[in-house]
């Protein structure tokens, strides 16, 4: 399947079922492959499995304005804010005002505001690699519904960005950068 003839671009099924996005080059071909701290173009080799790729269905989910506390799924840990620093983490859950989120409707998009009082502000992106909370309410986050049931997952896009809300390397510890 060609995803952009301009830059030649193709999806290729594996016969596991997932897929690789590759690109001739020259004589070569090249895959997208992704490691912990970044995705680059690597030459294609089917056994690779940084190469693989799954896809999944999603749309823009419609969420309830509202107050939450967001469990991330792989951890079981909650976003929480440090209240000293602004950063974002994840710790288990505790029911503090530094967990639990008020989620806003923003036309097609949200605003995820803290119901800190020591440290009030929205969840935004203000440059170098990690979200933080902050004083504008500008910043908006698409929110994408993936899975049905009770496999449902959410993300969190900044869609101005590339970037997704995620635990940084994976982590399943408390205090793990967000």
Known sequence: VALGNENNVYLSKNSDGTYCI??????????????????????????ITNQKWSLEKSHKACIPAGDYYIMN??????????ESTGKLL???????ANQKWKIQSSGDSYTLKTLSTV???YIGYSGGDSPAVISSSSMKIDIYEVGEGDNKEYRFHFPNYTYLLS????????????
Not at 73 to 82: I, K, P, Q, V
Request: no cysteine; proline share 2%; aromatic share 14%.
């Open 22 to 47: 590759v690109s001739k080059y020259e004589n070569d071909w090249y895959a997208l492959e992704g490691n912990v701290n970044k995705v680059s173009w690597k030459k294609y080799n089917k056994n």
């Open 73 to 82: 799924t792989n951890s079981g840990r909650y976003l929480d804010l440090n």
């Open 90 to 96: 994840q710790h288990g859950l505790n029911y503090g």
């Open 119 to 121: 440290k009030p502000g």
């Open 167 to 178: 635990v940084k390397d994976s982590s399943t510890s408390n205090y793990a950068d967000v």
